[in-house]
């Protein structure tokens, strides 16, 4: 059969690998996609670059729009990354019929509704399974093999800068700032590490993967963020006393009143599967009110896991081109006109439990009036540690049961003005994940 011709853009790490593996494996993956796939035209700024990884055969330019309106090209890979240029470049391209790959968390999740609506009315498709945990297959577990399950939540270890910096945090008793410069200079971290360490990385994959379970339009602008800079090497080892591990972790959650959508650090029974997931190693987990609980775990990033993913999305399209649309699996695995319309819940309304540290004075009935507080604010104690400090002071680390945000932060606003209590009260969520 005539082969796909495949236009890809930008062929940096990803997109190299995309070209390395494709051509690497042609022969079985033609095997699987029922006709050859072959990249005929690329576009990058660095064009001997782009020459060395695609090979002679292949049509190169500095303007990806060039193989946008190359009337030749079936399917447009996006690896360009951003959302100025790569959303005009797939905007066009399903202006032009074309089908779309992309591994671009950012552009899905923050224009994923305009994208999708554009693909729907031209009748191609826009695939994406790249753009989340790299090589982990779980945009497909999502919208096809879960299929049959009413999805209760998602837990995902989803950016491996992070889980690595909190993985040598507890390994090696050190701080945040000395692990973040060994990230960088092993090349785990940018040198501008904002967009890791501060969620917005793991918020966008979580953003799409919450989409998929639920059914509902991304809504990256609703989701809660709060990163790992701020944690101390202390917590990490009182978590761990505690029979806990912590990870950045994003959750989205199906309750009555909405959706919850956040990315925080969280404290883990270490007794679970996904606690154990160390490194730069990316892990999923899903519970579905048939299947209960599975694990998806793998690298989540690199040349090629994830050219692994983006050649997948092509064998899927490769195979289904031809269908009538209506009959492909939609974008968001529900169908377009049965999309719910869910609010996604302020973090004020989540209810989790909790892990608070404070310092305080050592002396009798301050663990009376803390405990008094939270009392009046309906939040139970399940456990309690305390350590000595310096200076006859203690810190006191408390685990809650479950507790609604808002209530917790009025409590902890009434215990640090205790005149026993020194500074601000560390506070992180828990989860069992049950």
């Known amino acids: 059969m005539k082969p796909i011709n495949v236009g890809l853009c930008g062929v940096g790490v990803v997109g190299g690998g995309t070209a390395v593996v494709l051509k690497r494996n042609a022969e079985e993956i033609a095997r ?136 040598e945090m507890r390994d090696k008793g050190a701080a945040f700032a000395d692990v973040l410069k060994e990230a960088q200079r092993l090349g785990y971290a940018e040198a501008d590490p904002t967009f890791d360490i501060e969620g917005h990385d793991a918020a966008h994959k ?85 299947v209960g609980a599975t694990l998806y775990y793998g690298a989540g990033a690199g040349a090629e896991p994830t050219a692994s993913s983006v050649i997948a999305d092509l064998v899927d399209i490769t195979r289904l081109a031809t269908a009538d649309p209506e009959n492909r699996v939609p974008h968001l695995a529900f169908q377009p006109s049965k999309m719910a319309n869910l609010p996604i819940l302020p973090i004020d309304e989540v209810e989790t439990c909790y892990y608070l540290r404070m310092n305080a004075t050592d002396k009798p009935g301050v663990l009376a009036e803390i405990t008094r507080i939270f009392a009046d604010a309906n939040i139970s104690i399940d456990s309690m540690l305390q350590k000595p400090a310096p200076d006859d002071r203690a810190d006191i680390i408390i685990l809650t049961h479950l507790a609604v945000e808002k209530n917790v932060n009025t409590a902890l606003t009434k215990i640090e003005a205790l005149e026993a209590i020194n500074g601000k009260v560390v506070k992180l969520r828990l989860e069992h994940l049950q």
Not at 102 to 124: C, M, R, S
Not at 216 to 221: A, E, G, H, N, R
Not at 244 to 270: C, D, F, N, Q, S
């Open 206 to 290: 979580l953003t799409i993967m919450s989409a998929i379970a639920f059914g509902i339009p991304v809504q990256f602008d609703k989701a809660y963020l709060e990163g790992i800079s701020k944690l101390e090497a202390q917590d990490i080892r009182y978590a761990q006393e505690l029979g806990y591990r912590i990870k950045l972790l994003g959750i989205t959650r199906r309750k009555e009143a909405g959706i919850e959508l956040r990315v925080h650090p969280t404290l883990i029974p270490a007794k679970r599967l996904i606690a154990n997931v160390d490194g730069v190693m990316n892990a999923v987990l899903v519970k579905g009110d048939a």
């Open 32 to 167: 699987r996609a029922g006709r050859p796939i072959v990249i005929t035209m690329a576009a990058n700024r660095n064009l001997d670059r782009a020459c060395e990884l695609c090979g002679p055969d292949v049509k190169l330019t500095d303007n990806a729009l060039d193989v946008v309106n190359n009337p030749d090209i079936d399917i447009v890979v996006e690896l360009i990354g951003g959302t100025t240029i790569a959303k005009e470049v797939v905007l066009k391209a399903i202006e032009n019929g074309k089908h779309v790959v992309t591994a671009n968390k950012k552009l899905i999740a923050e224009y994923g509704n305009e994208i999708f609506a554009k693909a729907q009315e031209k009748g191609v498709m826009v695939a994406f399974e790249a753009a989340v945990a790299g090589g982990i297959p779980i945009i497909k577990a999502l919208r096809e093999g879960l299929t049959a399950n009413k999805i209760e939540w998602v837990a995902g270890i989803i950016n491996g800068t992070s889980n690595f910096i909190l993985t």
